[in-house]
C-alpha cells in the first residue's frame, strides 16, 4: 500500500547528498551513487523535491482524465490557490473550472472560517498551550520526532476534511449516488495529497482525489485565454453546451476571509484580539523543526496557540504551486480587501472533531529487542567515537551519528567515511613503506 506521495526516480538520482542534508527527519541515504527513501521516517515535506537539481524526487497526483470516470465530480479550492492567480477573481476561477466540467467549485476557505470560530471556542474552554493540527507535514513530525507533543496538538479536523465531510453529507441529501460523485482537491503539496489514502486523526478521508495546482493552473489559463481569444464571453456562455454548468447563479458567495488561511499568519488573523496576542507563527519545515526543538524542551512560554507550516510563508510556498510563495502572499493579502466580513453560514453544522487519536510513530534505530537494542547501543556509542564528528554527509548518510546507527544496523560500514578511509589507507601505506624497508636478520647492522 503507498504511504507517501513523494517518490524516487533512482535512475536520474547523481548521489551528490543534498537531499540528504536536507532532509528533516534524516530519512535518506546513499548507497552507491543512489539515494534512497526510508518509508517509516518520510513526512512528505518535499524539501527533497526543492533541493534534487536532477529531478530524482518527484510527486504526482490524480489527473483530469478522471473527471470522465464520474457523472458528479466536486472540485474543492484551498485557499492558497487564488494566490497564483494576479488580476483574475475568483468567480472567474470558479467559472473556468464549471467549464472544464465539474459539477460544483466549493471553497474550502468556508470551512477554514467556520473552522477559525470553532478554534476560538476551543482555545477559550481548554487551558494550557496548542498547536495547529492542520499542516499534515507538522502533524506527521510531531508523531515522529516529537511524540511527547502529541497531546499538544489541535483535536480538530483540518478545513479541507471539514468541507469535504459536509459536501459529502449534502450530495447523499440530494440523492447522489456515493459511486458516481467524487470530490476533487486541488492540493499545493504532496503531503495534502498523502492524507486522501493515509490520514490521520480520522478513519478514512472524506476526499477521493487531488490534482495538483500547477496543472489546474494551466488548465483554467487556457479556459480563459479561449474566452479572450473568443472576443465574446456572454455569447460563448449562452450557446455553451455546459451552459447549465456555467451558470452564474451556480457561483457560491466567496469567502474572502477565510483566503487568509492560505499563507502564514493567516489562521490566526481569524482569532480574536486579545488571543492572537498570545499566539506565534512559523513557516519553513526547518524553522518548525527548530521551535519543536525548543517546545519540547520547555523553552517556550507565554504562547497560547501555534500556528505552524512546513512550507515557506505558508501554503502559498507548497511545491505544486506556480507562483512564488511572496508574490502568491501578496495577491492574497489583496483579495482580502474584498470582504471585510466572514460569510453567512451555520457554523454549528460542521462536524470538526478528530475521530481518532493521534499516536505516536514507533521508530525502532536500532533493535525493537530489548537486550539486542542495549547491546547495539554500546556499539553505537564506540562507532561515534571513531568517527570525525564533521556531519560532512560524504558518506551518504545527514550525520556521523545516523552513519554510526547504520553501521549498527549493518547498514553501512566505517570504511563508508572518508576520513576514516583516508587514515585507514594512509596506516597501510606507513605499514608498506616500513615493510619496504625493512632488511632481512642476516643484512642488519652491516656497515
Request: charged share 30%.
Amino acid at each position: 500500500m503507498q504511504k507517501h506521495s513523494v517518490l524516487l526516480k533512482e535512475k536520474l538520482c547523481e548521489g551528490c547528498t543534498n537531499c540528504v542534508k536536507k532532509c528533516p527527519t534524516k530519512a535518506i541515504r546513499v548507497h552507491q551513487g543512489k539515494a534512497t527513501i526510508k518509508e517509516e521516517l518520510c513526512i512528505d515535506c518535499a524539501e527533497c523535491i526543492r533541493t534534487c537539481a536532477y529531478h530524482a524526487k518527484y510527486s504526482r497526483t490524480n489527473t483530469f482524465l478522471e473527471l470522465a470516470d464520474y457523472d458528479y465530480p466536486v472540485i474543492l479550492i484551498p485557499p492558497s490557490f487564488y494566490g497564483q492567480f494576479d488580476g483574475i477573481k475568483p468567480e472567474e476561477i470558479h467559472r473556468a473550472l464549471y467549464k472544464i466540467g465539474f459539477k460544483e467549485v466549493r471553497d474550502v476557505a468556508v470551512a477554514a472560517e467556520a473552522l477559525s470560530w470553532k478554534t476560538k471556542t476551543y482555545l477559550k474552554d481548554n487551558p494550557g498551550m496548542f498547536i495547529s493540527s492542520s499542516c499534515p507535514v507538522v502533524v506527521r513530525m510531531i508523531k515522529i520526532l516529537y511524540p511527547e507533543l502529541l497531546g499538544h496538538l489541535l483535536k480538530l479536523k483540518a478545513p479541507v476534511e471539514i468541507m469535504a465531510e459536509s459536501i459529502k453529507t449534502e450530495l447523499r441529501e440530494k440523492g447522489l449516488a456515493e459511486e458516481d460523485t467524487a470530490l476533487f482537491f486541488i492540493t499545493p503539496c504532496p503531503a495534502k495529497n498523502t492524507t486522501i489514502f493515509n490520514p490521520m486523526g480520522i478513519e478514512k478521508s472524506f476526499l477521493d482525489k487531488s490534482i495538483a495546482v500547477d496543472l489546474v493552473y494551466q488548465e483554467i489559463l487556457k479556459v480563459l485565454d479561449e474566452e479572450v481569444n473568443s472576443n465574446d464571453d456572454k455569447e460563448l456562455i449562452t450557446n455553451s453546451t455546459h451552459s447549465d454548468a456555467i451558470d452564474r447563479d451556480k457561483i457560491t458567495p466567496i469567502p474572502y476571509k477565510g483566503f487568509s488561511w492560505g499563507q502564514s499568519e493567516g489562521e490566526l488573523s481569524l482569532l480574536d484580539d486579545d488571543l492572537s496576542k498570545r499566539t506565534l507563527s512559523v513557516s519553513g519545515i526547518h524553522n518548525v523543526k527548530d521551535l519543536l526543538e525548543e517546545l519540547s524542551r520547555n523553552n517556550v512560554k507565554g504562547i497560547k496557540y501555534f500556528e505552524l507550516a512546513a512550507c515557506n510563508q505558508g501554503c502559498v510556498g507548497g511545491v505544486f504551486n506556480v507562483a512564488n510563495p511572496y508574490q502568491a502572499k501578496h495577491n492574497i493579502l489583496k483579495l482580502l480587501d474584498e470582504g471585510k466580513n466572514m460569510i453567512e453560514q451555520d457554523f454549528s453544522k460542521y462536524n470538526y472533531d478528530l475521530t481518532k487519536d493521534l499516536k505516536a510513530i514507533q521508530i525502532d534505530r536500532l533493535d525493537s529487542n530489548m537486550e539486542k537494542a542495549m547491546k547495539k547501543l554500546i556499539q553505537l556509542e564506540k562507532e561515534i567515537d571513531l568517527l570525525p564528528g564533521l556531519d560532512c554527509a560524504a558518506c551518504g548518510a545527514p550525520d556521523c551519528k545516523t552513519l554510526a546507527e547504520d553501521i549498527v544496523n549493518g547498514r553501512g560500514k566505517r570504511s563508508d567515511c572518508i576520513f576514516v578511509l583516508r587514515q585507514q589507507v594512509e596506516d597501510l601505506a606507513d605499514k608498506m613503506s616500513e615493510l619496504a624497508h625493512a632488511l632481512p636478520p642476516v643484512m642488519r647492522n652491516r656497515k
